[in-house]
């Protein structure tokens, strides 16, 4: 089970919006809508941020929104902070596995 | 307040064994799936193995299966990971993580230890 794909940099200054992506295959991004994403800021252990493509748990703000088309699942943070710099995560469950995306450094310009 | 304690890691050589515990405290064990995800230092995140709440069904990354078994005390609010003929490779933190809710819920990880260090060499 190869890693999924994600750029292994993004950026973005206060305000604005960043999209991260996360590429995989028909058998686990494109097969079902069990995508999640996670955010792990450094010495820290990983935070849920988004699950089911799209939903987000209690106290997640609303500036994390998930989105999937076709074999790409996407990550956006609109409004960016300082506190969102941070390495963040893509994650496919297949049916019987998982599979992480070798992660994404978000720097906050 | 929830809480995962992993304990069990340490130095071992290559070709041996370790057994790794995670345990729980602070919501309804028993009915949650668990994990084991991995990191090494500076890398990303690799997931491990995962075990549904009543322990009959487990998963594993294929290219550990075989070698690493995960196991849990329902009873005791225990998860366990069983690593076999550990690999230089194998060195990493291993985290301990909880299932969100149950069916494909289970395999998102809402909440996670503070991880226990393996390191594989001679």
């Known amino acids: 089970q190869s890693a999924l794909t994600q750029p292994p940099s993004a950026s973005g200054s206060p305000g604005q919006s960043v999209t991260i992506s996360c590429t995989g295959t028909?058998?686990?991004?494109?097969?079902?809508?069990?995508v999640s994403w996670y955010q792990q800021y450094p010495g820290k252990v990983p935070k849920l941020m988004i699950y089911?493509?799209?939903k987000r748990p209690s106290g997640v703000p609303d500036r994390f929104s998930g989105s999937k088309s076709g074999n790409t699942a996407s990550l956006t943070v609109s409004g960016l902070q300082a506190e969102d710099e941070a390495d963040y995560y893509c994650?496919?469950?297949?049916?019987?596995?998982?599979?992480f995306g070798g992660g994404t450094k978000l720097t906050v310009l | 307040q929830m809480q995962l304690v992993e304990s069990g890691g340490g130095v071992v050589q290559p070709g041996r064994s370790l057994r790794l515990s995670c345990a729980a405290s602070?919501?309804?064990?028993?009915?949650?799936?668990m994990h084991w995800v991995r990191q090494g230092p500076g890398k990303g995140l690799e997931w491990v193995a995962a075990?549904?709440?009543?322990?009959?069904?487990?998963s594993y990354a294929d290219t550990l299966r075989g070698r690493f078994h995960i196991s849990r005390d329902n009873s005791k609010n225990i998860v366990y990971l069983q690593m076999n003929s550990l690999r230089v490779e194998d060195s990493t933190v291993y985290y301990c993580?909880?299932?969100?809710?149950?069916?494909?819920?289970?395999?998102?990880?809402?909440?996670w230890g503070q991880g226990t260090l393996v390191t594989v060499s001679s």
């Open positions: 993580a909880k299932g969100l809710g149950r069916g494909s819920s289970a395999w998102y990880l809402d909440y």
């Open positions: 602070g919501f309804s064990f028993s009915i949650s799936g």
């Open positions: 075990i549904s709440s009543d322990g009959n069904t487990e």
């Open positions: 028909s058998s686990d991004v494109g097969g079902n809508d069990y």
């Open positions: 089911d493509v799209t």
């Open positions: 994650c496919s469950y297949t049916g019987s596995k998982a599979v």
